[in-house]
């Protein structure tokens, strides 16, 4: 059994106002690991506009996206390939979509609602955040 624990410099990067508003908006009534995963995903699927164009800010051994790398991104993923972080579906190659991490690409175009959720997700996961046990947890 992994040991949680909170993340270095947490006051420092805590966003009261943004913590309350996900406390609210997002996951207010989640008391369990389920119930935070469903109240991430249908925000994310609200507040997300399809399509909109990102660019990969670091590189993921489970992903093939670049640094600096550019992606459209044009929907969620299955709800059951974001049951421990949130992906979303990219154009890629032959006329597929591929699923990344949504914390593995920024925005650069998109309207403000879009711009709001994903840095809520990135702000998340900045945080150490995941989807374990009543409440925050932290993990390292």
Not at 101 to 115: C, E, F, R, Y
């Amino acid at each position: 059994m992994s040991k949680s624990k909170k993340p270095r410099n947490i006051e420092s990067k805590r966003d009261e106002n943004r913590e309350e508003r996900i406390s609210i908006e997002i996951v207010m009534d989640a008391h369990d690991k389920e119930r935070r995963f469903m109240g991430w995903y249908f925000y994310l699927e609200d507040k997300l506009n399809f399509p909109y164009q990102t660019r990969c800010i670091n590189e993921r051994a489970i992903s093939p996206l670049r640094i600096g790398e550019d992606v459209q991104v044009v929907g969620m993923a299955p709800e059951d390939e974001c049951e421990r972080e949130m992906f979303v579906e990219t154009l890629w190659k032959h006329k597929r979509t591929l699923a990344v991490p949504l914390s593995q690409v920024n925005m650069v175009h998109g309207d403000k609602a879009t711009q709001q959720a994903v840095e809520d997700w990135h702000y998340r996961v900045e945080m150490g955040y995941e989807f374990l046990s009543s409440g925050i947890t932290w993990t390292s």
